[in-house]
DNA sequence: TAGATTGTTAATCGATTAACAATC
DNA sequence: TAGATTGTTAATCGATTAACAATC
């Protein structure tokens, strides 16, 4: 499934198949335990709320094959989405910021189970310095650029408040972080080969609220038009 | 801003715009801090590392104008996302499950910003009901479906174990809940008028670690056939 | 064999980007 | 006036959906 030195550069996968692929995963995990060893793209799509071309399309940039009339193969299909997403490869990962949200990360246990090793915090905050979370160390601030270099870091979360957001993430860029998955409300300023995945909670909110807004207004005026529901 | 009963329905706005224009937000309001009445896209878009042009359509989408040569004004610009994103018309929402992430959300200042109101949490540990966290209480799960309906919450967070996920769900949506901020790995099933918005915490990770290993093997096949960098 | 299901190729849809006219 | 900047219309791009052939 790795490509070879001389394969063509794999396909980069959708985003949005990327983000899809956890839940199948988690429901073909049910099916296995319930020993079933096929499933359908038809089964998935409808216990998942998707289109059935949908899953089918997302399940082959896996790599994961079908077999006509019989479905997906459980175990070779689990395979290929660890595979692809990587939760083989354990990888080594800083938490910076060791507030209210960084401390819920820090007890997360979901992480190592999708290969990641949240290995400790950091923090400004003598207060909070010196202390464990979920059995994770709290470190000091100042210790983070020699840390990230000596242990080779390539994924930093950040979880700072926003006016440190920019300042912190320089000092990780100089040492050497590949890319960050940014819990604060701020645009990060960073080079290009460094990637950046935005976690902007308040965003996710307003779009909540708004489609809200927006589905009022819309059936609003469908019951006053007795426009008949699509499907 | 707001539409008159017979205005045509608005355009929905693109989920993407809609993520932007926090941004756009905040970088303005900087702008009105340092006394400056104009912000034209192109300082918006190179502050932000976006394209101009987006930038322009996302903000004719709120409703904002440009002046030719000028820009966007300040003020009426800030208003006018505030009004397109519903920063103005306080709602009240609900937190179910009060573990590490729903306590950091209870905690977290910045919902008040942009027109929420955290009332309470809800969990069924009675270890943690009765407590409170940053002034927010935290109630017994079964009075929830009881408060929904009477206090008429709209918008629920959802940060209980995946396990229960459904559940609460079913029990939301009997209340009458018009909208869930999902923070559990599971797909829900809610009928069609209950909006979801998936905040999968651990599939944002993977893509963000699947993007850095597409990176490592592009950035290598450039080293070997020596491809200039694109902008 | 017949029918269910996958895989592939084409069509659609929506968001982004480009080109250019309008205007302060 | 000239030039910078917006607004609009068209082109591109990528993801989703549809149609249909292949196959167990």
Redesign the interface.
């Known amino acids: 499934m790795s490509?070879s030195p001389n394969a063509p550069?794999?396909v980069?996968?959708p985003?949005p198949t990327?983000?899809r692929?956890?839940?199948y995963y988690?429901f073909i995990q049910g099916q296995r335990e319930a020993r079933r060893d096929f499933v359908s793209c038809t089964t998935l799509a409808e216990?998942?709320?998707l289109n059935p071309i949908q899953v089918r399309k997302d399940l082959q940039a896996t790599g994961a094959v079908g077999r006509p009339k019989v479905g997906y193969h459980v175990e070779t299909t689990l395979d290929a989405i660890e595979e692809?997403?990587?939760y083989h490869n354990t990888?080594d990962i800083f938490l910076v910021g060791a507030?209210?949200?960084g401390?819920?990360l820090l007890?997360?246990p979901?992480?190592a189970?999708?290969?990641?090793n949240l290995v400790a915090a950091f923090d400004a905050d003598p207060a909070k310095v010196g202390r464990e979370v979920a059995g994770k160390p709290i470190l000091e601030a100042s210790r983070l650029s020699d840390l990230v270099r000596r242990m080779h870091i390539?994924?930093a979360i950040l979880a700072v408040p926003a006016a440190a957001a920019q300042m912190v993430t320089d000092t990780l860029v100089r040492a050497g972080i590949?890319?960050i998955?940014n819990f604060t409300?701020?645009?990060l300023?960073v080079p290009?080969?460094v990637?950046v995945?935005d976690?902007?909670?308040?965003?996710?909110?307003?779009?909540?609220?708004?489609?809200?807004?927006?589905?009022r207004?819309?059936?609003h005026?469908e019951s006053i038009h007795g426009k008949p529901?699509e499907l």
């Open positions: 490509p550069t794999p980069a996968i985003e990327l983000k692929l956890p839940y988690k216990a998942l709320g692809c997403l990587g990888q507030g209210h949200l401390q819920a007890a997360y979901g992480f189970e999708i290969g990641f390539q994924i590949r890319a998955w409300p701020t645009r300023a290009r080969e990637l995945q976690e902007n909670l308040l965003a996710s909110l307003s779009v909540l609220s708004k489609q809200l807004e927006n589905s207004v819309k059936s005026k529901e």
